[in-house]
């Protein structure tokens, strides 16, 4: 599927907001025994939303992801956050998004990394996308892309 990554503005916060809403409310649910607490995860996404680069994924024009990354002093990327609205998964994008800013780092002789839950779905589905085991801690592991 074709579609292009444009950098987010202000303007793109609510749309990623809700992405980010929906995802962390299961994650936090699966792993954490607070409840979750809309003001405090407001906060937490607006520190991460003003200290990282953000992307929106665009398709046929329409805001369909969102992509955020915060990049090391020696330039290496870390994915840190993204999302795809439901209605648009299983289509590949997300697989293109990673994998074409895994390679446009790569031709700029950096690294992306990402981190995941071990032996999760998402950890299936980044090494599909050409990202390894770098290291494991707990029950998250980091990935590099390797492909």
């Not at 649910?29 to 003001?39: G, I, K, Q, T, Y």
């Not at 031709?107 to 999760?120: L, N, V």
């Not at 998402?122 to 592991?141: I, L, P």
Request: glycine share 6%; net charge negative.
């Amino acid at each position: 599927m074709n579609h292009d990554l444009k950098p987010a503005t202000n303007s793109d916060y609510g749309f990623a907001w809700q992405l980010y809403r929906e995802a962390a409310i299961d994650f936090c649910s699966r792993h954490s025994n607070d409840e979750w607490n809309d003001d405090i995860e407001t906060a937490r996404f607006k520190g991460m939303w003003s200290v990282c680069t953000n992307f929106v994924v665009i398709v046929d024009g329409q805001s369909v992801g969102w992509i955020s990354c915060s990049y090391k002093p020696n330039g290496d990327c870390v994915v840190e956050n993204g999302g795809i609205l439901t209605e648009h998964r299983s289509k590949g994008i997300a697989e293109d998004v990673l994998v074409g800013l895994a390679e446009a780092n790569k031709e700029k002789q950096t690294k992306t990394f990402i981190s995941t839950e071990k032996e999760s779905s998402n950890e299936q589905f980044y090494r599909k996308a050409g990202f390894e085991v770098s290291s494991s801690q707990d029950q998250f592991t980091q990935m590099e892309f390797i492909k």
